[in-house]
Nanobody
């Protein structure tokens, strides 16, 4: 089993910054893609940013230029640096990780989420 633990959420004023962390632990043979998603109550979860095992990144249009995803492979940890936050960035943010086993079979794991609230 693999556990993902997010941290770094909280309350911030518009224009401020937060840094989210996602630490993966457990039975990890190879950590492949990692990603951040966000979700508002009653809505579908949407992808915010992804980072491949080689470091390639992709971002949702709504966060390009403001958010940066990164990872520390030695710590099995992904980060999401969020700058110039806006009230519309208020969501629960979830970490997602694709973990591969010795047969290269991938399993998706989710964290429990961390709440980010941006006040105007």
């Amino acid at each position: 089993q693999v556990q993902l633990v997010e941290s770094g959420g909280g309350l911030v004023q518009a224009g401020g910054s937060l840094r989210l962390s996602c630490a993966a632990s457990g039975s990890i043979f190879r950590l492949d893609r990692m990603a951040w998603y966000r979700q508002a109550p009653g809505n579908q979860r949407e992808v915010v940013a992804t980072i491949g095992s080689g470091g390639s990144t992709n971002y949702a249009d709504s966060v390009k230029g403001r958010f940066t995803i990164s990872r520390d492979t030695s710590k099995n940890t992904a980060y999401l640096q969020m700058n110039n936050l806006k009230p519309e960035d208020t969501f629960v943010y979830y970490c997602n990780a694709l973990v591969r086993n010795e047969r290269n079979i991938g399993i998706n794991y989710w964290g429990k989420g961390t709440l980010v609230t941006v006040s105007s």
